[in-house]
Every structure is written in C-alpha cells, then in structure tokens.
C-alpha cells in the first residue's frame, strides 16, 4: 500500500532522532522546574511512582507497536490492503482491553504497589498515572500501524505534543497545588497529571493521521481468505512476549532496586535512632516545620525553638505515635531517594546524544552483513522497529531512572536488528570487512560523544546543581559525580550490545543484563545499609552494574566476531582530548568565578553564567582537539545524519 511518499530509512531515523533528543531536552527542561518546585520528599514520591508506572506500562504495551509494524510493513509490501485493514481491527480493541485491565490493576492496587516499595504515600501518584497505561496503549497501536508504512511522522508529531503537554500541565498542576499548600505527596501526584494529560492529547492527533492516510488509500473489500481475528491475535501476542518480557527485565530490576533501597534507608532510621535525630538535625528549620505540621502527635510547641541547634530531637521522637513515627522515617527516606533522583536527571542526557548514531549504525551493520537479496525488505523491517522503540522511549522518559536508560535506550537500538540477523552467518568476507569499520566507526562516535559528557558531568557536578537545582550539597553533587560516570558505561554498552546482536550474538547480549542487576541490587543492600555510605550507594550500584555489563559486552565481542573494533585504538584518543578538556572545564569555572565573583557575586544566577562559559570553552576546545588529533574521520561521520555535510563543513578527512 503506496498512498503517499514513503520516508527512505535514513529520512525516517533522522526525524525519529531529531524529536527523540527533543523530547529528551523538553523532558529534562520539564524536570528541572518540577524538582525545583517539589522538596528532596516530593522528589522522591515523584519517581517511586513513576518507576511503578514504567513497569506496569512496559508489561501491558512495550511489543505492541514493534508486533504490529511488522505484520503491517509485511501485508503492505505484498500488497494485501485488506490484511492491513484486518490487522488493525483486530489489535486496536484487543489492546484497549489489556488497557483497560491494566489501569484497573494499577488504580485499585495503588496502595498495594506503593506498599511493596516501601513507599505508601506513592499511591496518589500511581493512581493519577492509571489511564495514562491506558492511552499508550491505544497509542501503541495507531503508532504501530503508521510504521507498518515506514511513516514515522506521526509517531514523531505524537511525541511532540505529549512531551509539550506533559511539561505545561504538570508544572502548572505542581505551582497550584504549592499555592494551595498541600503535602508533597499530593504535589508530586499533581505533577504526573501532566503525563497522563499529554498522552491522552495524542490518541485525537493519531486518529486524525490515520485516517488522513486512509482516506488516500484505495478502497478495499473484505476477503473471505483473510486469517480469522484469532489467528491475528495470537500471532500479535507471539510476536510481542518475547519483546516484552525481554525488556521487562531491566524495568523488573530498576523496581526490585528502587524497593530495596527505600528499606535499607528505612531500616537504618527506624533501628539506630542516633541516625534518625542526626538526619532531622540536618534539615533546614523550614522542612523541619513542615514535617511537625504533618504529624497529629508532633509537639507543636518545639516550633519555638529559634535554632534547629537547640531542638531537643530525642525527645521528638519519643513523643510520637507508632504511625506517625513509620510516616516520619518514610518522608525522611523518601528526601534521600529524591537526591538521588536528581541526578538521575542530568545523568539521562548523555544517552540522548547517541541516538542519532544508533539509528544509522543499525541498519548499517545489517546491511553489511547481510545479502543483497532481499535488502530492501530488511531495511524497511530495521527501520520499523528502530522507530516503535523511539516512540516506547518516549513514554517511559524520566526516567526515568538509570536502569530504564539502559533498558530503554538499550533496547531502543537493539530491538531492530532481529529482520538482519538472519542474513548475517552468509555474508561475504568483504561484506565482514565493511561491518568491521562501521562498527569501528560507531564505538568510535558514541565515544566521542558519550566521554566528553561524562567527563564534564563529574567534573562540573557542583555547578550544574546549583544552577539547575540551587542545590550545593555535597551529598548530591557526589551522587551525580558517580552518575556522570555511569553515564558513559551506559552508552557504551548501549552501542556495544547493538553490535552484539546484529552479528547474530543476542543470547549473549541478554546473558549479561541478569549479571548487572545482580550487582547492582546486592551492591544497593549492603551498601545503602551501611549509615557510612547510605544514600550515596545505589550510585554506586548503577556504576558498577554498567561497568559490568560493558567489560561482558567487550569479552563477547572479543570471543565471537572476527571483525571487531579495536577498543583500545578507539578509546586512546578520546580518552586525550577527553581529559584536557576536563582540565579546562575544572580551571575556565574556577577563574571565571573568581574574576566574576566581585561584580556578579556567587549567586545561582551568578553560577549559571561561571558554569556556561566554562561549557563553551571547554566544547570549544574538545571540537578542535578531535578535529587537530584525527580522532574523527569522515568515514565515522558517515554514521551521523548529514554527517558528510557536517565533515565537509569542518574540513574533516
């Protein structure tokens, strides 16, 4: 079915990539005054809700477009309009049911959920977010079919408008609800309506694709030989479980995680009290008030007090009911987990930076490897699947958390390669040759561009905290100095894994992941546990489970493909010009904020602009370092959407 001009491939990835960096821009502008707004408490409900909500949504939707793209880009090729026709009839009332249940699931066990993560205020928020499981549902679908035809625009456009709205509600709902001076909890709820509004704003705009699409096709007739609706829906849950289940795995783990954690902060306030008067000691007198006034047995009484200094905290504690004390350690714990949270934010954004690599390497590599014959049908298959991921992408952003990163992301590139693999064992050796460079290449660019941004997420850490957050605690800014070093590992694996399964090797890829979630989760118990360490050690988890998981990708590599880049010719010359450029960003803030301090002072906005003039410097030394060096050559940049231009523009060989 040719109704309208079908985007090639790369046109097809390029607008996927373009509104994927957006959305993850827009998200992360849509945090940032959301967490300014919330409290470390707030923060916390905030994503123990929302890490609910990517599970429950991934379970019920995550194979659905993937499933359908391919059935529909199937009956499309061969011209069989009334199969396409049949296909969406049968998946559009069939997944609004699973939505319906799985709303249902998530609005009347809300307390149930928010109780396995040791959270139980989360519960607003979880039942704010129920329809919104809903709407992806349905939405997977239309998305689903208009990528059947390699028509990524209106998965694109649906992105768009659901990032848009889900900023603009939920920062207006959490700004009402703060001028009502209702608890963080409900503020944090408040805040997710946003999600929940803006994916229930794309279902009219898919709508209106789809039969805008339609509308240009020919007309068609029922045919007595189409498969019955059973038939359909059985191949469409065959097709969708194993993709499902396979990235379940990582969201599984991020919940375990975030659940495992929140106990460990709770048990170390509820047994060792001297931690537990420590902690309110630290707050500030304000969020120490706020916690008094929400407590019915609190002694109001010691709001006199002028000095936190001069709190009698032990004989707080111990006038505090049995409930109001659990209520007291959960907001505590909470705080805790939402400056991790923070960081998760600005440890998020280095992902986006590969995504247009992965699109084009993607198909790349299984056209390398794979025969002539039949390229056509593979590329469109590659190309499917590459934008049903970016649109799952979407709905799961915040991410939503670092583990949903790799899952997300990871997947994200994975997941469309399948349609090539089969090709890959009967490529020439020429063909081999070719995949090796263009592998060479992609590990090159993500390196390129994931280190530089680790590099300066930890070596900028404090500033970009108090610039985005007003936040200088030390505390957070070691928390987001380890992320920003998981942040690499996670790109790294991310183009890693891709390669593994485009030469065929997905079991090994796979193999890896229950490895680290093992460590990250045994690492978060004992570590979290420790009142040394506390908070600080699910970070420490995320990085060691990365770590692992990248030397596992490269020890498979190394062991199964002939072809495979040569890491450390990759990595030497990035990690240089990585480096210097560090040492500018360390030195260019530090002298700017010495010779600005007298006139601008070191105020937030004051380090807002140290911290952006640091940036352009150091950038600006990075991009001639690489371009001085030869680390990027014109064939890397090949790789990239208009690459060749860019290489051109800059006098790239």
């Not at 001076?181 to 794309?202: E, K, R």
């Not at 390497?361 to 039949?374: E, N, Q």
Request: hydrophobic share 50%; net charge positive.
């Amino acid at each position: 079915m040719q109704i309208t001009k079908k985007q090639d491939f790369l046109k097809g990835a390029a607008i996927l990539a373009a509104a994927s960096i957006f959305v993850k821009i827009v998200g992360a502008i849509y945090k940032i005054p959301i967490f300014n707004i919330l409290d470390d408490t707030g923060i916390g409900f905030f994503q123990v809700t929302y890490n609910v909500y990517t599970l429950i949504l991934t379970i019920a939707t995550y194979g659905i477009p993937v499933a359908l793209s391919r059935m529909v880009s199937s009956a499309s090729a061969s011209g069989d309009n009334a199969l396409v026709k049949r296909y969406f009839s049968v998946a559009l009332p069939a997944f609004t049911i699973i939505g319906v249940a799985a709303m249902a699931v998530m609005f009347f066990f809300s307390d149930f959920f928010a109780g396995l993560m040791n959270n139980p205020p989360a519960s607003y928020g979880i039942r704010v977010l129920a329809p919104a499981v809903l709407f992806v549902c349905v939405i997977s679908v239309f998305r689903g079919y208009m990528q059947g035809f390699q028509n990524m625009i209106p998965t694109a456009a649906s992105q768009i408008v659901e990032v848009v709205c889900k900023a603009a509600f939920g920062i207006v709902a959490a700004l009402w609800l703060t001028s009502m001076n209702y608890g963080p909890y409900i503020v944090s709820a408040g805040a997710l309506t946003g999600v929940t509004v803006g994916l229930g704003l794309c279902i009219p705009l898919l709508f209106w694709y789809k039969r805008k699409y339609d509308r240009a096709a020919p007309q068609i007739s029922e045919s007595s030989g189409l498969p019955s609706r059973a038939n359909i829906l059985g191949t469409l849950m065959k097709v969708s479980l194993p993709i499902t289940i396979g990235a379940s795995f990582m969201t599984i783990m991020v919940v375990i995680d975030t659940s495992i954690v929140l106990g460990r902060l709770q048990w170390i306030l509820g047994t060792m009290n001297d931690e537990l008067i420590l902690k309110l000691s630290e707050l500030p007198l304000i969020d120490f008030g706020r916690i008094i006034d929400s407590l019915q047995s609190a002694d109001l009484s010691i709001l006199s007090i002028a000095e936190p200094t001069h709190i009698d905290y032990s004989r707080f504690i111990s006038g505090l009911s049995s409930a109001d004390l659990d209520s007291l350690i959960t907001k505590l714990s909470s705080a805790d987990f939402g400056i991790y949270a923070r960081g998760l934010t600005i440890y998020n954004l280095p992902s986006a930076l590969i995504v247009p690599v992965s699109v084009s390497v993607v198909p790349a590599i299984a056209a390398a490897l794979g025969k002539l014959k039949g390229s056509k049908d593979s590329a469109a298959n590659v190309s499917t699947e590459t934008g049903t991921e970016t649109s799952t992408d979407t709905n799961a952003d915040t991410s939503t958390d670092t583990s949903k990163i790799a899952s997300k992301n990871a997947v994200y590139t994975s997941k469309a390669l399948p349609e090539a693999v089969s090709h890959a064992k009967t490529g020439s050796e020429a063909n081999r040759s070719e995949a090796g460079g263009i592998m060479q290449s992609a590990v090159k660019l993500v390196t390129l561009l994931a280190m530089p941004a680790a590099v300066g997420i930890m070596v900028l850490a404090n500033p970009i905290l108090v610039a985005l957050y007003n936040d200088s605690r030390q505390i957070t800014t070691t928390v987001l100095i380890i992320l920003g070093a998981s942040s690499f590992f996670v790109c790294f694996q991310l183009i890693n894994t891709a390669i593994l399964q485009a030469n065929g090797h997905e079991r090994l890829a796979m193999m890896a992941f229950p490895v680290g979630a093992a460590i990250k989760i045994a690492l978060g118990y004992i570590l979290v546990g420790n009142p040394a360490i506390g908070i600080i050690g699910s970070p420490i988890g995320t990085l060691a489970c990365f770590v692992t998981l990248a030397i596992l990708n490269i020890i498979f590599i190394i062991v199964k493909i002939k072809d495979r880049p040569k890491y450390i010719k990759v990595l030497l010359k990035p990690l240089l010009c990585s480096s210097l450029m560090a040492v500018c960003a360390f030195f260019s803030y530090r002298i700017l904020l010495l010779l600005g301090s007298g006139l601008l002072g070191e105020g937030r906005m004051a380090v807002t602009v140290y911290l952006a003039g640091a940036i352009l410097l150091s950038v600006a030394l990075y991009g001639v370092l690489v371009i001085v060096t030869r680390t990027v050559t014109m064939e890397d940049m090949k790789l990239v959407p208009k690459g060749e231009k860019i290489g051109k523009l800059l006098r790239i060989k």
